[in-house]
C-alpha cells in the first residue's frame, strides 16, 4: 500500500476538523473500551491466560523453525500446497500466478490485513482479475476507493447514512429506502451472494496456523470466510509465517483472548478451522488449496530488539484504548496499520524515515500495553523507536540538542540551581500577576493551544535553602 | 509499616514543583510529617530526566539517573509528589541501567513511592488536622504514570474522603490520558488540544470546579487549556488540597 505516514501530523488536522467524524470516533472511543472491560471482566482469570498466551507465542517465535517444519510437513499431508514468499511481491506474483493457472477471471476475497500490506488486490486486478471483498466492512471500503481505518472494523469511520448513500449510488437494484443497518446488510449479501457462486479463487487470512495438525484457523463474525474458503474451487490462504502455533489448543486459547480483546463478544459468529482440499467423502470444499507464507521482513523483525511485536495477535485493542487513534482516526496513520501497534510496525516494515511521526504520535499513556492481550511494551518499543531516530539524526537537531542541554545542565545541580533560580523568579515577576502566557519564547508548541502557567514564585530549592540556613542560625 | 516508629523520608522535589509551584512540595512535607515522618530534602537533586528519556535521548540521560540514585540509594524512603516521577526512577532507570547501576536502580526503585499511594499504602495515614471543609466541588484527573505504572487510583480518593471528607464528582474517562505526554503537547499541538479539550469538557460534565491530581505535567496542561478557554475551573494538585492550602492562586491563576 502506498504509505503517507509522513503527513501524519497533516492528516490528523484534517482528520480533527472533520465535526461529524470526530463525533463518531468520540462515541467508538468511548464504547469499545467498555465492551472489552465487560467481556473480560466476565471471563475470569483473563491476565493467567494472557501470561500463558505470552509464553506460548514467545515459545512460538523462538522456535519458529522447528514449528514452520512442523506446520509444513503437516499441511503439505493434508493435501496443501505450501509456498514461501519473502516479499510483498513475491506474494503477489504467487497468487496470480495460481490464479491464471486455473483460468480464473473472479476472486472472492475473505478480510485480510496481509494483503492490505501487499496490496494484492491491485496486483490481481492489473493482472486481469475482478477482486472482490467480501467481508461488510472491507467491501464498504473497497466499495468507495478508500483503505480500511481500523484492523478489525475497516469502515469503522463511516457513518450508516454514509453506507447507506455509497449503496443508494453503487448497486442498480432500483427504488428501496435502505433505512435500517438490517436493510443494509441484506443489501450486501444479496450482491455478494451471486459473487461467490461465481468466483474462481477464494483468497483469505488466517489468525493461527496449528503446527501439530497442519490446520488454518480463521475467526469471523460474517461466515464470508467460509463462503470464500468453500464455494470456489480454488482456496488462497494468505498470511504471515508467524502466525503459527504449536498446538490446536493454543490457537483456542488465542481465540479466546482475540475475540474478547477485539470486539467484547465471548465468541466470534465463526470460528473455522481449514484443514485442506476436498477429500473423496466430503460433500463439498475447494478442490485445491494454497497457503502462501509471507516473511515481508518478519524475520528481520525476530532478529531485532522489536521481536516481542511478532506476538500481536491483530485483536485492534490497542487502537480503541489510544486516545491519539480516537484523535485523528486510523487513515491518518498513513499506512495499513494505525494505532500503537501500527506506530511499531509501520517504522520496521517500512523505513523509520518515512514513519518519522508515527513513534512520537504517543503520550506513554500505557492504556496500550495494559489492554494487549499479549503484553506488547507497545510504550517502551515507541520510546526505543524515538531513540534510534535520535541516534540517525532523524529527529530535528533544535529537539536534539535541546534535550541534550536540558540533560546536561540537569547533571550540575549547582548551575541547574542557578539558572532555574534565576529564570523561575524572571517569569514570576512577568507572569505572576496575569497568572500566565499567552506567548512565551521557545514554548510556542505549548503555548499555540495552551497558556503557559507562571511559576508561582521562587524555586522550590531557594526557598528550602533559605529556610534551612535560617533555622540552623 | 517498618519496624521504625518514625519513617525517615527524602523527598524528591520533582522539577516542576521546584520551578512551577513549591506548594506542591512544602505541601507534601507537611503531609509525610503529620503521618509521623522524619522528612529531609537532598539539596543537590534536579530533575529525573523524564524530558530526555521520553523523547529517546538515553544517553544523555543515563548520567542523570545515575546523580538521582547517588543521591536517594542511602534513603529509608523516597517520596515524590508525582506519579510519573516515581515510576520514571522505579520502573525506567533498571530498565536505562546496566549492571552494577542496574542493581543500585533496582535497590532504589523498591523504596520509591508516589506521595499519596506511600500515605496510604506504606504509613496509612487516617486522620491529620481538619482541613477545609467547605471545598467546591471536586474531580480527579487520574494521571497515566501514576495509575499505570505505581498503581495510584483509589489511594487519594481514600485520602481526599479521610482528612477532607470529600467525595469525588467522577468524570467519565478520568484514566485518559489529558494529552500532555511532556514533549508530545508541544510536537503534536493538534492532538494535544483535542485531548485535553475532551478532558475539560468530562470535568465540566461531572459538576465539578475544582480539578485535582497527583502529576504536575497534567495539570499544568489542563489549567493552560482552561485559561486559554476562558473556564472556570480550579486546579490544583491533591498535596496542597490535602494539606489544606487552598488559598493560595490555583495554578494558571493571577497573584
Redesign the interface.
Same mark, same amino acid.
Given at each position: 500500500m502506498e504509505q503517507h505516514s509522513q503527513h501524519f501530523?497533516e492528516n490528523?488536522?484534517r482528520a480533527?476538523a472533520d465535526a461529524s467524524a470526530?463525533a463518531q470516533r468520540?462515541i467508538l472511543a468511548?464504547f469499545t473500551p467498555l465492551m472489552r472491560e465487560a467481556a473480560v471482566s466476565e471471563f475470569g482469570d483473563f491476565a493467567a491466560l494472557r501470561d500463558h498466551v505470552k509464553k506460548m507465542r514467545q515459545h512460538t517465535l523462538d522456535n519458529l523453525d522447528y514449528y514452520l517444519a512442523r506446520f509444513e510437513l503437516e499441511a503439505t499431508n493434508n493435501g496443501n500446497r505450501i509456498h514461501y514468499a519473502e516479499t510483498a511481491e513475491d506474494m503477489n506474483s504467487i497468487v496470480l500466478d495460481i490464479c491464471q493457472q486455473h483460468g480464473a477471471r473472479k476472486v472472492a476475497k475473505g478480510k485480510s490485513m496481509v494483503t492490505e500490506e501487499t496490496g494484492l488486490n491491485d496486483f490481481l486486478q492489473r493482472g486481469g482479475m475482478e477482486v472482490l471483498e467480501t467481508d461488510l466492512g472491507e467491501y464498504i471500503v473497497q466499495q468507495a476507493g478508500e483503505t480500511p481505518s481500523h484492523i478489525v472494523g475497516p469502515a469503522l469511520h463511516k457513518t450508516q447514512q454514509q453506507i447507506r448513500e455509497q449503496f443508494l449510488e453503487n448497486h442498480d437494484l432500483g427504488e428501496r429506502d435502505l433505512e435500517s443497518i438490517g436493510d443494509l446488510v441484506g443489501e450486501a449479501r444479496t450482491v455478494l451472494r451471486d459473487h461467490f457462486l461465481e468466483a474462481d479463487v477464494g483468497i483469505i487470512g488466517s489468525n493461527a496456523l496449528i503446527a501439530e495438525n497442519g490446520y488454518s484457523m480463521l475467526v469471523t463474525n460474517e461466515g464470508n470466510g467460509d463462503l470464500c474458503a468453500n464455494l470456489p474451487s480454488v482456496l488462497i490462504i494468505c498470511t504471515t509465517l508467524d502466525r503459527v502455533l504449536p498446538r490446536a489448543e493454543d490457537a483456542t486459547a488465542i481465540q479466546r483472548l482475540l475475540v474478547r480483546s477485539a470486539t467484547g463478544q465471548p465468541q466470534t459468529c465463526y470460528t473455522s478451522f481449514y484443514s485442506g482440499p476436498r477429500r473423496a467423502q466430503d460433500a463439498d470444499g475447494p478442490l485445491e488449496t494454497h497457503i502462501v507464507l509471507l516473511d515481508g521482513q518478519r524475520t528481520d523483525i525476530l532478529a531485532s530488539d522489536y521481536s516481542e511485536m511478532l506476538r500481536c495477535i491483530r485483536c485492534g485493542s490497542c487502537l480503541n484504548h489510544c486516545?491519539?487513534f480516537a484523535?485523528?482516526g486510523g487513515h491518518s496513520y498513513g499506512w495499513v496499520y494505525p494505532g500503537p501497534m501500527g506506530s511499531v510496525l509501520t517504522p520496521l516494515l517500512t523505513s523509520l524515515e518515512a514513519s518519522e511521526?508515527l513513534p512520537?504520535?504517543?503520550?506513554?499513556?500505557?492504556?496500550c500495553? =495494559?489492554v494487549c492481550p499479549s503484553a506488547i511494551p507497545l510504550p517502551?518499543m515507541l520510546?526505543? !523507536? &524515538?531513540? =534510534?531516530?535520535?541516534v540517525q539524526k532523524i529527529?530535528p537537531a533544535s529537539?536534539?540538542n535541546g !534535550? &541534550?542541554l536540558?540533560?546536561?545542565?540537569?547533571?550540575r545541580?549547582r548551575l541547574?540551581?542557578a539558572l532555574?533560580g534565576i529564570g523561575?523568579s524572571l517569569m514570576h515577576r512577568l507572569g505572576?500577576?496575569?497568572?500566565?502566557f499567552?506567548k512565551l519564547p521557545l514554548?510556542?508548541?505549548?503555548t499555540?493551544?495552551?497558556?503557559?502557567?507562571?511559576?508561582?514564585?521562587?524555586?522550590?530549592?531557594r526557598?528550602?535553602?533559605r529556610r534551612s540556613q535560617s533555622n540552623e542560625r | 509499616m517498618s519496624e521504625s516508629i518514625n519513617p525517615r523520608v527524602s523527598l524528591f522535589?520533582t522539577?516542576l514543583?521546584?520551578?512551577?509551584?513549591?506548594?506542591v512540595?512544602?505541601a507534601s512535607i507537611r503531609l509525610l510529617e503529620q503521618a509521623g515522618c522524619i522528612v529531609d530534602?537532598p539539596?543537590?537533586?534536579?530533575?529525573c530526566?523524564q524530558?530526555?528519556?521520553?523523547?529517546?535521548?538515553?544517553e544523555?540521560?543515563i548520567?542523570?539517573a545515575r546523580?538521582t540514585i547517588e543521591l536517594f540509594e542511602h534513603a529509608e524512603y523516597v517520596v515524590a509528589p508525582s506519579g510519573s516521577c516515581a515510576g520514571m526512577i522505579c520502573h525506567h532507570y533498571p530498565?536505562l541501567l546496566d549492571g552494577e547501576w542496574r542493581e543500585r536502580a533496582l535497590a532504589l526503585a523498591e523504596k520509591t513511592f508516589e506521595l499519596t499511594s506511600f500515605l496510604v499504602d506504606v504509613v496509612k495515614l487516617e486522620s491529620a488536622p481538619a482541613v477545609s471543609t467547605d471545598l467546591p466541588p471536586i474531580t480527579y484527573h487520574d494521571s497515566?504514570?501514576g495509575l499505570?505504572?505505581m498503581g495510584v487510583k483509589d489511594q487519594p480518593r481514600q485520602l481526599l474522603k479521610t482528612l477532607c471528607d470529600v467525595e469525588i464528582n467522577e468524570m467519565?474517562?478520568s484514566?485518559?490520558?489529558c494529552?500532555?505526554?511532556?514533549?508530545?503537547?508541544?510536537?503534536?499541538?493538534?492532538?494535544?488540544?483535542?485531548?485535553?479539550d475532551?478532558k475539560l469538557r468530562n470535568a465540566g460534565n461531572s459538576g465539578a470546579t475544582l480539578l485535582t491530581g497527583g502529576d504536575l505535567g497534567c495539570l499544568?496542561?489542563i489549567?493552560?487549556?482552561a485559561?486559554?478557554q476562558g473556564l472556570e475551573l480550579e486546579v490544583r494538585h491533591v498535596a496542597e488540597i490535602l494539606s489544606g492550602d487552598l488559598y493560595?492562586?490555583a495554578?494558571?491563576?493571577?497573584?
Open positions: 501530523k490528523a488536522a480533527l470526530v468520540d468511548l486516545p491519539i484523535a485523528t511521526a512520537n504520535a504517543c503520550t506513554s499513556c500505557g492504556r500495553e =495494559e517502551d520510546r526505543d !523507536l &524515538r531513540h =534510534e531516530q535520535s529527529t529537539w536534539r !534535550l &541534550r536540558h540533560a546536561w545542565i540537569a547533571t545541580p541547574y540551581q532555574t523561575i505572576g500577576k496575569k497568572g500566565g499567552s514554548a510556542s508548541g505549548w499555540s493551544k495552551r497558556d503557559f502557567p507562571a511559576p508561582q514564585g521562587e524555586t522550590f530549592m526557598q528550602y535553602r | 522535589v522539577c514543583a521546584d520551578l512551577m509551584r513549591p506548594s512540595a512544602f530534602v539539596l543537590q537533586q534536579t530533575c530526566g524530558p530526555g528519556y521520553n523523547s529517546g535521548e538515553y544523555a540521560t548520567p542523570i546523580q530498565k497515566c504514570a499505570r505504572e467519565q474517562q484514566d485518559v490520558c494529552g500532555f505526554g511532556g514533549t508530545f503537547c508541544a510536537k503534536m499541538p493538534d492532538i494535544s488540544e483535542k485531548m485535553v475532551d499544568l496542561n489549567a493552560g487549556r485559561r486559554r493560595s492562586p495554578i494558571g491563576e493571577g497573584d
